[in-house]
Nanobody, 113 residues
Framework: QVQLVESGGGLVQFGGSLRLSCVASGFAIDLYLMRWYRQAPGKERELVATIFSDGRTLDEDSVSGRFIISRDIRENSIYLQMNSLKTEDTAVYYC???????WGQGTQVTVSS
């Protein structure tokens, strides 16, 4: 059974940092394309970052240079290191497995000004 469980969200001040985690079970993360998405209140869900099965990464323009996606194969986990946070980064962040369209429950990130 595929499961994705996010954690690490919270309240942080403008310019601060957070590290989100996504623990996967039921499959090996290094065999799949994995992504982080976010959804702000009243907005559509948007792609944040991608890590391919071969380890290559791709960041969206809105977070490029500030957010870093990574993985730990031994822990079967995906991470999102978020630096220089802005108020517009406030959203629920979701872990996603592309094949099969599996989603985690999300973790709330709130950036205060």
């Amino acid at each position: 059974q595929v499961q994705l469980v996010e954690s690490g969200g919270g309240l942080v001040q403008f310019g601060g940092s957070l590290r989100l985690s996504c623990v996967a079970s039921g499959f090996a993360i290094d065999l799949y394309l994995m992504r982080w998405y976010r959804q702000a209140p009243g907005k559509e869900r948007e792609l944040v970052a991608t890590i391919f099965s071969d380890g290559r990464t791709l960041d969206e323009d809105s977070v490029s240079g500030r957010f870093i996606i990574s993985r730990d194969i031994r822990e079967n986990s995906i991470y999102l290191q978020m630096n220089s946070l802005k108020t517009e980064d406030t959203a629920v962040y979701y872990c996603h497995r592309y094949r099969g369209n599996y989603w985690g429950q999300g973790t709330q990130v709130t950036v205060s000004s």
